[in-house]
């Protein structure tokens, strides 16, 4: 463990909390598309939702979409006010939202190439 903090493969140690005991039962995928592609609007984006802490994930995609965003949230109804912030705050040109029915796998490790493992 020492070797891999050291050597940067471990960024921070952390706490995997229960969303369901918080009140956070509700994960949503919202595929986010825009019409704006300046690093002026990409900035105020990502600033925008660094803000959002029902955003527990964000990526920049290729393909359709621009955006992938993973969401927490305690029911729709609170979905549809951070839904409601986010076209405010920031232009959009169209989101797709799709909500977990089920999590059959959820985990933080990844995978260490065995290089790595000594």
Known sequence: MQKLEK??????KVALLNA?????????FA??????????????FA???AQ???????????GDYDYLL???VSDIAAYDRFYKELIRRVG???IISNFALEQIKS????????????
Do not use: F
């Open 7 to 12: 050597s940067g493969i471990i960024r921070r």
């Open 20 to 28: 369901e005991i918080l009140g956070l039962p509700v994960s949503v």
């Open 31 to 44: 595929q986010v598309k825009t019409d704006q592609h300046t690093p002026e609007w990409a900035d105020a």
């Open 47 to 49: 600033e925008h939702v």
């Open 52 to 62: 959002l802490p029902e955003v527990v994930d964000c990526y920049r995609m290729a």
């Open 70 to 72: 993973r969401v927490v």
């Open 92 to 94: 959009i040109s169209d």
């Open 107 to 118: 985990t933080t490790e990844l995978p260490i190439p065995a290089e790595n493992k000594d």
